[in-house]
């Protein structure tokens, strides 16, 4: 869905990256991680958002709920 293509590929070495620098302890490497975590996530949703937008394109599939609610909604007979 995207053009550029390296868009792709730096995801996918940032999640390298991210895993090999988990053993460091230090402050700034913390702050580091964390940062990385957050755009690490922001992308992969993003990811998971084209996916189910291209593998959904012309089927109307809509979601179903498939675990049962705890409470019942207002209207509702059994």
């Known amino acids: 869905m995207l053009r550029q293509k390296y868009i792709y590929y730096f995801s996918m070495l940032q999640t390298v990256v991210h895993s090999s620098f988990e053993h460091v302890d230090y402050r700034v490497t913390r702050l580091f991680l964390a940062a990385l975590?957050?755009?690490r996530r922001g992308h992969w949703n993003f990811y998971r958002l084209e996916n189910e937008h291209l593998?959904?394109?012309g089927k109307f599939r809509a979601v179903k709920t498939v675990v049962p609610l705890p409470f019942r909604e207002v209207g509702e007979e059994d």
Do not use: D, L, M
């Open 37 to 39: 975590e957050v755009i």
């Open 55 to 57: 593998n959904n394109a």
